[in-house]
């Protein structure tokens, strides 16, 4: 039903699906979505074959591979000759695509396509090489089918290195509409597209965390204001360095209201010190911020790198480890840890602060900071406070000074 519904109106058809390695940044997301369905391993054996519950169905990794493969031994059948008559189907199987088509109508010829072998884990990249490779051999236009935000921002990312128009099909059944990327990468130009990936993977995506508080479009009007050259930076190279990690951190400051600032530390006691804001609410510390900066890299670095069949490295000890024990028997995924921090976000003495508010004095134990014994701090939020540490410290310094 796919091939046939898509092949009446072109003559070329781009079958393009994830791929699941063992090691995978996705594999935590994946599982999530799992998590949510009943894990059904179906085993297809014929075409008539009723399906359980199609979303449910696809949430298992085991049955959409299995599905590609059941399709492509269908596709090569001479029943599907007349749909393939004079038509091209690219089909994409592991690292391989095949080429099926029908010279005569009665009989399928396939062939491995070369050019588009590729280790691509996602479909996400690996459908704009496709569309490339649509571009090169005379396409006039291409269109991209997803509903995905991440197809829309590398599609506008990388449309202008793609030699055609490219248009994205996305909404409902009931409710559908085609988007020029093309058209909105000029608008965009072409600064802005290349901070993108990076913009899109810093600020939050499938295999990275976003910033409390912080969507999105704040990242965005920082990016169109001019401040994108640490997004510009992210995925040059899947290796991270001093200059890219100062950018980054520029950059986030500038994403909390404080543009001024370059140390996400001193960001974090400001916050903490001048607003009511939780813990959860604050910037990350410089060393959480490193590890998010190497998972944003990765994979812009990855997605920068849609249009060739260059193998990325391993992920491990760029923002996630690999677990050193193997894996049970039958496993299809190495469950990788995401490293957040290597230490504590604050000093034990802070974690444990007491602060107060009072507002009038802080000489009774109405006083949280009073009844622990305790002096009140520069994050306390009293008014007229008499037990304030800058009235003991100049105690003791006029008490040395009368010792001497």
């Known amino acids: 039903m796919i091939a046939t519904r898509c092949l009446v109106t072109s003559g ?3 079958f393009v699906i994830d791929q699941y390695p063992l090691v995978s940044i996705k594999g935590m997301e994946r599982q999530h979505r799992a998590a949510t369905a009943s894990q059904v391993v179906v085993k297809i054996g014929h075409a008539d074959q009723k399906l359980p519950n199609w979303k449910k169905f ?15 031994l269908q596709w090569k059948l001479p029943e599907y000759a007349p749909h393939l008559f004079h038509r091209s189907l690219y089909m994409c199987h592991g690292n391989n695509c095949d080429l099926l088509t029908s010279t005569d109508g009665v009989e ?27 571009a090169v051999n005379g396409a006039c236009t291409v269109i991209v089918r997803s509903p995905d935000t991440d197809v829309a921002v590398l599609g506008c990312a990388l449309a202008r290195k793609i030699p055609t128009e490219v248009l994205m099909h996305t909404g409902t059944k009931q409710r559908s509409r085609y988007i020029s990327l093309t058209a909105i990468a000029g608008q965009l130009g072409e600064d802005i597209c290349a901070a993108l990936p990076g913009l899109h993977a ?16 704040t990242a965005l009007s920082l990016v169109v204001g001019g401040n994108r050259q640490a997004m510009e930076k992210l995925g040059e190279s899947f290796d991270i360095d001093d200059e890219l990690l100062s950018l980054c951190e520029g950059f ?8 001024g600032l370059s140390d996400v530390n001193e960001l974090r006691y400001q916050l903490f010190r001048t607003t009511a804001c939780q813990s959860s609410s604050l910037p990350p ?48 995924s190495l469950p990788l840890t995401i490293i957040w921090m290597s230490q504590p976000p604050a000093p034990r003495a802070l974690l444990e602060l007491v602060s107060c508010g009072c507002s009038a004095g802080c000489s009774s134990n109405r006083c949280g900071c009073f009844k622990s014994n305790l002096p009140c701090t520069d994050v306390c939020r009293c008014k007229g406070c008499t037990n304030s540490s800058t009235k003991d410290t100049i105690e003791l310094g006029d008490e040395a000074n009368d010792n001497d």
Do not use: I
């Not at 399928?108 to 649509?134: I, K, M």
């Open 285 to 332: 510390t410089r060393d959480a911020l490193r590890y998010h900066v190497m998972r944003a890299n990765y994979e812009a670095a990855v997605w920068r790198r849609s249009l060739t069949t260059e193998e990325p490295p391993s992920p491990h000890q760029r923002g996630w480890r690999v677990p050193e024990e193997p894996q049970q028997s039958g496993a299809r």
């Open 252 to 259: 986030t400051c500038a994403m909390y209201g404080r543009p």
């Open 58 to 72: 696809l949430a298992v990794s085991a049955n959409k591979v299995a599905l590609v493969d059941f399709l492509l």
């Open 12 to 14: 070329r058809v781009d």
């Open 108 to 134: 399928v010829q396939s062939w491995n396509v070369a050019a588009l072998v590729c280790p691509h884990e996602e479909a996400d990249t690996r459908l704009f090489l496709h569309a490339q490779n649509a």
């Open 202 to 217: 810093f600020s939050g995506c499938d295999t990275t965390s976003a910033f409390s508080g912080r969507g999105k479009k």
